[in-house]
């Protein structure tokens, strides 16, 4: 994971060092403000985390506003021209991207 690139704070990398199956099947985009380097001192830490199977039980830290999807529902509101999606698409930061970079 690219954590220490983007200088974030040690309880966003135990969250995302803690999330289960994230050597396998999940991929987190940092998308916001932060992504956009336009956060100021209040503002929360925006993720989306993409999963094979929905993730439940996830200790998330109170400077995060996590977003979830599975990949096959990501990939049909994409397919869809949804704006969210795409935003996250073109412009959000990959943090961790096995979901989407697994090659067969």
Same mark, same amino acid.
């Given at each position: 994971?690219?954590?220490?690139? $983007?200088? !974030? #704070?040690?309880?966003?990398?135990?969250?995302?060092?803690? +999330? =289960?199956?994230?050597?396998?099947?999940?991929?987190?985009?940092?998308?916001?403000?932060?992504?956009?380097?336009?956060?100021?001192?209040?503002?929360?830490?925006? $993720?989306? !985390? #993409?999963?094979?199977?929905?993730?439940?039980?996830?200790? +998330? =830290?109170?400077?995060?506003?996590?977003?979830?999807?599975?990949?096959?529902?990501?990939?049909?509101?994409?397919?869809?021209?949804?704006?969210?999606?795409?935003?996250?698409?073109?412009?959000?930061?990959?943090?961790?991207?096995?979901?989407?970079?697994?090659?067969?």
């Amino acid at each position: 994971m690219k954590i220490n690139a $983007l200088g !974030l #704070v040690p309880e966003l990398r135990a969250f995302l060092e803690g +999330i =289960p199956g994230r050597e396998d099947d999940v991929s987190v985009i940092l998308v916001g403000s932060v992504a956009r380097q336009t956060q100021s001192e209040n503002s929360d830490i925006d $993720l989306l !985390l #993409v999963s094979r199977r929905p993730l439940t039980d996830l200790n +998330i =830290p109170p400077q995060v506003h996590l977003m979830r999807s599975t990949l096959g529902d990501f990939l049909k509101q994409l397919d869809a021209g949804e704006d969210f999606e795409a935003w996250c698409v073109r412009f959000g930061i990959p943090i961790a991207t096995t979901a989407f970079g697994r090659r067969s």
